[in-house]
């Protein structure tokens, strides 16, 4: 009875494949990773001012808007308001321009701003130069997401 019972037990042990065991912290740690994350508006406005100031620094060094734009995958335009006007066609953004405008003529401190696009699906990152000119970063809220959970996304 006792070898019986020890062969029983033998051989069920070795039904069980301990191979295929999975590392519990490993798989808990994946789980959290592909776990949807909310993204809030706020944190796409803080994620906005902190490239913005990135690129602003980038741009009075002296680099290319163009070059940067594409780095970054981000409009940059950069001239007087009127011209700026005339390229922005979203009324929401041609209000902050003239207010920025209003700003320089009467030799006011600016600090850089963000608004929404009057549909909300992109953001601007505006400040005057030393030239007296407005340099105008867009950002497409999608783009910006998308930036953000690049660690997480393979």
């Known amino acids: 009875m006792k070898n019986s019972l020890i062969v029983l037990l033998a ?23 592909r776990q949807v994350k909310r993204v809030l508006p ?10 913005g100031k990135e690129i602003q620094t ?14 970054n ?19 929401k953004i041609i209000n902050m321009l003239e207010a920025i405008d209003y700003g320089i003529a009467q030799k006011q401190d600016i600090p850089p701003s963000i608004q929404k696009n009057s549909t909300g699906d992109s953001l601007f990152y505006m400040f005057p130069n030393a030239k007296g000119e407005v340099t105008v970063i867009g950002f497409s809220k999608k783009q910006v997401i998308i930036q953000m959970d690049k660690p997480l996304i393979k």
């Open 58 to 71: 980038d741009l009075e060094k002296g680099d290319s808007a163009d070059t940067l734009g594409q780095k």
């Open 11 to 33: 051989l069920s042990l070795y039904g069980c494949d301990f191979s295929k065991r999975i590392d519990t912290t490993a798989a808990v740690k994946e789980m959290r990773e």
């Open 73 to 91: 995958k981000v409009f940059i335009a950069s001239g007087p308001t009127n011209i700026l006007k005339q390229a922005i066609k979203d009324a």
């Open 42 to 51: 706020q944190d796409i406005v803080n994620q906005v001012d902190v490239w």
